[in-house]
Structures are given as C-alpha cells and as structure tokens.
C-alpha cells in the first residue's frame, strides 16, 4: 500500500527542514519514502489531500497502563493510600483477560483517536495487552512490572511469578510484527521489590538485549524511604545492580536529585514526565527544565487513565510547556518545541524505534491535525498552536505503520461499538457489579 | 419557542436533586420551566433525545478579551515584557472596529461550541464587542477597562476618554436584550492608573448600580509595586476608593495576601481564577485552596487567547481542580464538584446573574455533553467525567437564553466561514500584513 499526502503543512521534527509548507509526504509499505515540497513520481493508491491540515509524527505515550481505562474516574476524590488499597487494588483483583482485553481495547481507541501511534505499557495480563494492541495497529514497549514482596533471602528465579512472567512475554511477543510490539524487562518500583529481582532483572535485559522499564521517586515518601533503606535514592539503589546497563525509561521522577540527573544523562535513562497524573494525585511537581538542563532525555506519559482521567497526550503536551513556566514564574522555561521533542524525537530515542520524525526510511507513524477548525484560526505558528491551541480532538487522521487506522471520527482496526458492550456488558460487571 | 430535553442525565448544580438519571428539563421562552423525573405536561416545538448525554449549566468565562483570538499564538515564548511591547502593543495599536469584530466573533465560536454561555469581558472597542455578542446569543458582563497614565492633578472625568468610553457604553448597551448585556464599571489595573480614576470608577458604579471588573495582583512585581507606592496591596489599595463597595470580579489574584482574601469575603469580590494564563506567561499558581477556606467566592476565566491560546473553559476546570492538588500535595485540594461550581454558580453568583444551575425559573443556558464518546466510557462518576475527562469538544449542544445556538458542529447564530474570511482577508492583514 501507498500513500501521498499533499499540501499538507509538514511539522517534520527533523532538523534539516523543519516545517515545510504546501508539502507532498509520500508513504511505501510501512515506511516514509520522501518529504519534499515537489511531487514525487509514481502512482499511489490513495491519494490524501492534506489543504489546512498538519502532518506532523505519531505522539508517543511513554508510560500508561491501558486496561484501567475501565477506571476511568474511579474513586476520585481521595486521598492517594485510600483510593489505591479501597478501589483501584480490590477492582483490579478481579480483572480477567477478557476484561483486561477490553479495557485496552477502549483505552487504545481513545487514544488513537487522538492521535498516539506508540505506547510504553506496564500491567498484568501482558499478553492479552499485546494482542489488542497487535490487533488496533499501533506500536508497544510492553511489560509486566515485576513485583516481589518476599523476604530478599527466599528469592528463587523459578518460583518468582513475575520472573515467569516477563519471560514468558519475552519468549511469545518480543519482536512481534516485525517490531511493532517490543518486550521491555521490568520492576514495578525499589519499593514493592528488593534486590535479588533487581539483579535478576538487570540479568534478563541484558542477556535479550530489552529496554527497561520502572516507577521511579514518584511520591516524596517512595524517595525517602529508599534513602532510608539504602542510603540511596530508588534510582541510584537500581543502578547498583545493573538495572541501567542498557539505559531505559523511568516514569515520573518528580523527587530525583541532582545526582540523579547526572546519573540519567550518563546512563541514557529517560524521565517520562506525567504531569497531568502527578498533580492529580498531588505527588508534585517534576523538576524538568533542570533535567533538560542536566542533558537528561525527557519524554512524556499520561500515566493510566484512572489518575489523569484522559488518554490524550496533546493535554500533557500543554501541561509540560506551561506548568513549569508557572511554578519556576520563567516564560522561557519549557518551550513549545521542547515539549513537542518530549512527545516524539525524545520517546522514540527513549525506545530505541525509527519513528518520531517526518523523514525518509523512518516508520510512517503520522498524524493530520486539522487547523481549520475554530480553534486553531489564526495560525501565527504551528508549533505554538499545536502545542497550546490544539487537543486530541483535533487529530484527523492516524496512520500507524503505514496504514490509515482512524480518519476523521471512524476507527479502521477497532470496533468502538463491540468494545463498548465488553466494557459496559462484561468488564464493569465483574470488577464493579 | 418551547424545548424539551428528554432521558438526559442532569447535573443540576442544584444542591435540592444535584444529578437526576433518565431525566426531563423544559424550556420555555428563555427560561427553564420544569426539572424532573417525570415527562411535564404539554406539547413541545422541540423534544431533544438526550439518551447517554449529560445536560449542565453552561460554562461562564469570568475572564477574557475575546477580540485577542486574532492573536493566538503570536510572540509566543518570549518573556512578558518582550511579548507585551514587541508583540501584543504594536499589533493593538493597528485594530479598528471592523477587526476587532472579526476577532471577536471568532473567539465566540471557539467559546459556543465548548460551552460557553456568558462571558465576562474587558476590551477596547467595547460597543463592537456587545454587537457581536448579541448576534452570537449568549449572554456578557463587557466593559472597557480603564486607564489613566496622566499626573493626577490633571485629571479631569470630561477629559478623560476611558470615563467617557465607559459612560457611552453603559448608555447604549447595559441591560440590552432583557440582560443579555450587563455593563461593568472597570479599571484596567491599580498600576495603570491612579487615585483620581479609581475615585470616578467607583462612583460610576455606585450611581449606575453596575458591576466592577479589574485585574488584581496579577504579577508579584505588580503586586509588590503597590505596596511600595502607597504601603497597600491593589485590592486594598482600591478598596480605600470604595471600588468595590458593590462588589466585583477581580481577575488573577495570583499574589493576594491573607488579608486581601478576607476583604474579598467580607466585600463579596469575587477572585477570577485563570490558572492556564498564569502559567503560560510565568505569573505563578494562586492559592485557591486557601481562598475557599477564607469563604472567598472563585470563579474562572480563560483570560485572552493570546496568553492561553485557547478559549475552552473545560480545560481550566480541569486544571483548577488538578493544579492544586500537586502544588500543595494534596490530593483533596480543589474537589470536582468545587472546580464545577466554579464555572457555573459561582460565576452567577458573581455577576448577579440567575444563571448557572438548571432549576425552574433559572435563565435556559444549558449544555449537553456527548457521554457516548470513548474518552467518556466508562462512567464511575459524572463529575470526574466531566472535570478530567471531559473536553470542550465534548460539547454536543449549547442553549443561550433558551436558544439553540450551536448542535454537532452545527452553528446557529454565527457564519464561521463569512467570520474566517473576515479574519484572514481583513483582520490579520491590517494587524500584522
């Protein structure tokens, strides 16, 4: 299958030409093939006129747990010890696969919808996870999110479910669709394990050379509990045994230090910024402009929908250029291109995938954003409307891998009608009925 | 003209039956007529069905300067002072009557179909502004915002063209459309003018029995300069003058003091949240939880889509309900239902407007939000639903003093590509050509 988009406004993310007008963008199979303001020779099988709209790469969403879509405001309203061990922890005890496929499925179609073509995922039921996103066509970073409770002497690879688990995940998904779903090795957080899966882990993305995926110092208590108990902060305690070797995504690390910075810059660890979640759940503010200063790679999570309560990256594309211009009172702090870097060059660098950049030989993961909306008139500058005018909503087209998968409110891999009825026939009534 | 909104779900914002499921809301002329469980008698010009959609209040901006949507996103990510003379002066100084309509109608439409049924507004140009928001049919508090820069013992109410400005707007516009347009009395700022003007703008208001629009402790430089000049705070300060002797919305108060929040209970001030405007342009966070404690009553606004660069109120909601709970860590901080009343009774009660709850005899500013869509399954809870998860695009329909005016893209009073024409082939040239 082939593409041409024309006279769309390409906001490429590439340096070498950075916003072209009046473009002609052209996709061969599941790769960008040319970027240019002439049209290129040949024939293609469809043919998209792009007038007022912006091409501009897929968003990637790097931390999220889709399933608990089905949460969706659930137990708002309290405090965080409270909404976790009396709703969040007794619903998602109850979960079965069918249940957790269709709380994927609708978290993907929202967040198809607006405008995602790669998501980082960490939940249970991993699996299942990876056949609905296998199936909805976009690209995943999937992982389990080993926990051990355990006493650290007791430890045993064998009888470690969680071990069993990733490796399992491994074995069935780690590559699958030619790259489309990517296993990543996994700790929940230093505080619901302890060291000998830290080193087991560290030896398992080592040996199937996997990304690495970790809660890192969301809450101010998670990172001062590990100073108490290492005399170390939960990243640098990980980094002991290895767990960095191969860099990786670190989601939240509103309380990291200065020394952690230094650490993340030097390791290639990413900090996935998750503003919405991390104020709604009041664990504060991420410390970003100093991150990006300390040459950290930073990119951009919505968290799960149960504590943001949306799956729309374009809302922490807002938050992540205003908040910290706010709370620091600098306006320069956090530009709109920083932010946009955040939510694709950044991530796809993050995961190690071609993508997150308008340029031949990368994946054709691409988005049209339609500025002839209301909201989006006067366009004094592309990138200070996408990044502070447009939502979500806006996106009106979404091609993952080269194929069309939503254009303009219709769903070409999804089903919104049959996922409804799982959710609201099925899920709902096992976890909450 | 009769309307009947069947087998909605009502948020009411009425504390006698807050959420009836499966229910009927009457609209008569331009008033609500009945609120129940039960189909009222009579025959209707209009049943809308409103199965999976939720009917509430329609949003009240307390805050913006509608014609600036001409320049969203214009000398975005420069500091203050650089934007303000650089950009937004010089482009303010090129507007004339017709462009200033353009801007205004466009930044109407954008509010419409996001919910907005009454803004309040300060702007140059003010008569113009009434024109178009009475065509639009929603509803307006407008006022001119006045300036005096000149040695205070020169000034003179004749000579004064802000004096003059604010008397002919009240001639011609306070009251129009049975309400529909409510003239303010306004003071642009305590450090954009001084004593004489503050002495005037009272009196104005006392005689004429208007409402007192004025930005307050917008900026900490703004707010300590006033302490220094006259050894009080601007609400304070003005407060000498009997600025607020009935009352009065006062935008920002970033940097209030403790006491400036009593004064404001004490003296029904209401303080206009903007909290997406102060932080884009590095103002700070107010400290909302801290006025609701002292029994202030707190509204919110958009402020100008040129520090925003958007006119959907649902995102302010969202973030007045979610920024302060990081902020002060504190996940209780600023509830759903607390960021609700802010955009709808709150904003009533600050204008004396008998709007913004759905009850009999209540002015018809309603809204349906589209509760079938994927970023709203599943509902747990509609108040998190519609504070975190809802957008404006949500917005399926919007009623104005018991008129549809917009319906599924659809708008009623306004010609969105007669206004876009007017806005790229008139306006922008003459602004910015």
Redesign the interface.
Known sequence: MSVLFQHVTALTMDPAQPLLKDAYVAVEGTAIASVGTTRPQGEFDRVVDGKGQVLMPGLINCHTHVPMT???????????QH?LSDYIFPAEAKLDQRAVAAGAA?GL??MI??GTTCIVDMYMKTGTIAQQVMDAGISANLSCGGLYFGDPKDFSPDQCTDCRNQEELMQQWHGAGEGQILVDASIHGEYTSSAPLWQWTADFAQKNKLGMHVHISET?LEHEQSLQRHGKTPLAILDQYGVWERGGTAAHCVWVSDEDMDLMARKHVTAVHNP?S????????ARVPKMLQAGVNVALGTDG?SS?????LF?EI??A???H?????????V??HQALEMATVNAARALGRNTGVVAPGKVADLILVDFNR??L?????VE??LV??A????VSMNMARGKIIYEKGEFFTLD?EK??SE??DYA?PLI?G
């Open positions: 089905l949460m969706r405001g659930y137990g708002g309203g309290h405090d965080l909404w609708l179609a929202e919808a607006t101010k919405v991390n104020l709604k759940l009041g664990s504060g503010v929908v943001n309560n949306s799956a729309d809302e807002k938050l250029a205003m908040l211009k706010g709370v620091s009172r600098d306006p320069m702090a530009t709109a209301p909201n008139i006067p366009c004094h500058d200070e409307n502070f005018a939502r979500g909503g806006d919104v996922i409804r959710v609201e709902l909450f």
